[in-house]
Antibody, heavy 124, light 110 residues
Framework: EVQLVESGGGLVQPGGSLRLSCSAS????????MHWVRQAPGKGLEYVSL????????YYADSVKGRFTISRDNSKNTLYLQMSSPRPEDTAVYYC?????????????????WGQGTMVTVSS | QSVLTQPPSASGTPGQRVTISCSGS????????VNWYQQFPGTAPKLLIF???QRPSGVPDRFSGSKSGTSASLAISGLQSEDETDYYC???????????FGGGTKLTVL
């Protein structure tokens, strides 16, 4: 069974740092592009970042560019999101998401499997 | 404001057919495929439709998708009470080189 389990969420002060992790199982992790999508309380979905299977291609939404860093350790089947200088508006549930097809599909992709999400609250 | 535009709400009676629209531009829907997600309160979204009109295994054929130009639609036929929840469209945007979502549509079954 394909499974994604996020961890690392919690309360962080503005300007602090936090690292989210996503442990993957049930599929060939290194073959799939992975994503982070977030959802602020009571709001819609917002795309955050992606990383290709090899880690060679990354993308960041403008709202987090320069502050967040996505990475992966294919030997540990784990995806990460390093959040630096978080802001109150970064408060959200953060979902780890697996692409539908292997390889980097760009616009032909879809978000097939979602983790349960981890809540991040940025507040002093 | 979301890059893709969805109506904030939609409604229908049991057994009815309802559609939810998703409007974009030439840089997203106009040049890429559209996916739809279903999300129940307090849970993670679920892939409902991919590549405009394809259903993942396990999704009932009551759900269908279509795309024309820079707009897409999700149709739900034989509406059931358990369909009452939130629906989101998404597409890759070539100008942004990233994914964009619609603002979501809350479906109410009357």
């Amino acid at each position: 069974e394909v499974q994604l389990v996020e961890s690392g969420g919690g309360l962080v002060q503005p300007g602090g740092s936090l690292r989210l992790s996503c442990s993957a199982s049930g599929f060939t992790f290194r073959s799939y592009t992975m994503h982070w999508v977030r959802q602020a309380p009571g709001k819609g979905l917002e795309y955050v970042s992606l990383i290709s299977g090899s880690g060679g291609t990354t993308y960041y939404a403008d709202s987090v560019k320069g502050r967040f860093t996505i990475s992966r350790d294919n030997s540990k089947n784990t995806l990460y999101l390093q959040m630096s200088s978080p802001r109150p508006e970064d408060t959200a549930v953060y979902y780890c998401v697996k692409s539908y097809s292997p390889g980097f599909q760009g616009g032909r992709d879809a978000f097939e499997i979602w983790g349960q999400g981890t809540m991040v609250t940025v507040s002093s | 404001q979301s890059v893709l535009t969805q109506p904030p709400s939609a409604s229908g009676t049991p057994g009815q057919r309802v559609t939810i629209s998703c409007s974009g531009s030439s840089s997203n829907i106009g040049s890429n495929t559209v996916n739809w997600y279903q999300q129940f309160p307090g849970t993670a979204p679920k892939l409902l439709i991919f590549s405009n009109n394809q259903r993942p295994s396990g999704v009932p054929d009551r759900f269908s998708g279509s795309k024309s130009g820079t707009s897409a639609s999700l149709a739900i036929s034989g509406l059931q009470s358990e369909d009452e929840t939130d629906y989101y469209c998404a597409a890759w945007d070539d100008s942004l080189s990233g994914w964009v979502f619609g603002g979501g549509t809350k479906l109410t079954v009357l």
